[in-house]
T-cell receptor
Framework: RKEVEQDPGPFNVPEGATVAFNCTYSNSASQSFFWYRQDCRKEPKLLMSVYSSGNEDGRFTAQLNRASQYISLLIRDSKLSDSATYLC?????????????FGDGTTLTVKP | DAGVTQSPTHLIKTRGQQVTLRCSPK?????VSWYQQALGQGPQFIFQ???????QRGNFPDRFSGHQFPNYSSELNVNALLLGDSALYLC???????????FGSGTRLTVV
């Protein structure tokens, strides 16, 4: 079993749709959580951190459930420009910076 | 403010050869991590450097080695290249991993 598992996708949605991605992690020592976005043949870019209280950034909402070791990302009012692969990332921080474990990503295609 | 810069962008090597990839972290960042990303997969953690020492290492053989210099820049060396080493190699830097990492655009290595 992989340390970080994501919905395999792909997700194909129309513009304006709401879409949710899920991610589970197995290492209970994990302390920091992130969603990254990766466009085709480009580097991953930090989308948002994920906090236990949940956090929102415009159309994007991230949630963390430590008890279930589960992370989610909700995208409302999808835009064509949201088409990308979304990577769930878990940090095992035992010092100031730590090892980041990535999921294999979920591909989203937003269609007109 | 320059972000993370990697060189070269593309590289073709023959099986059995050795390769060195280079990374300059974002200004103000002191920690450098290296990742290998195969097609269709998430980045896999190779190792992390902080204060010129390897702080953490992923499940990669000793053929993969690295170095960090006093100016925080870093090199990734791979010896005895195998066809399976063909991938996108990503460098990521941070000052505090709790806030995520900034990635370079990567070096695409092809082993023939």
């Amino acid at each position: 079993r992989k340390e970080v598992e994501q919905d395999p996708g792909p997700f194909n949605v129309p513009e304006g749709a709401t879409v949710a991605f899920n991610c589970t992690y197995s290492n209970s020592a994990s302390q920091s959580f992130f969603w990254y976005r990766q466009d085709c043949r480009k580097e991953p870019k930090l989308l948002m951190s994920v906090y236990s209280s949940g956090n929102e950034d415009g159309r994007f909402t991230a949630q963390l459930n430590r008890a279930s070791q589960y992370i989610s990302l909700l995208i409302r009012d999808s835009k064509l420009s949201d088409s990308a692969t979304y990577l769930c990332v878990v940090n095992d921080i035992r010092t100031n910076a730590g090892k980041s474990t990535f999921g294999d990503g979920t591909t989203l295609t937003v269609k007109p | 403010d320059a972000g993370v810069t990697q060189s070269p962008t593309h590289l073709i090597k023959t099986r059995g050869q050795q390769v060195t990839l280079r990374c300059s972290p974002k200004s103000g960042h002191d920690t450098v991590s290296w990742y290998q990303q195969a097609l269709g997969q998430g980045p896999q953690f190779i190792f992390q450097y902080y204060e010129e020492e390897e702080r953490q290492r992923g499940n990669f053989p000793d053929r993969f080695s690295g170095h960090q210099f006093p100016n925080y820049s870093s090199e990734l060396n791979v010896n005895a290249l195998l066809l399976g080493d063909s991938a996108l190699y990503l460098c990521a830097s941070s000052s505090d991993g709790r806030y995520g990492y900034t990635f370079g655009s990567g070096t695409r290595l092809t082993v023939v």
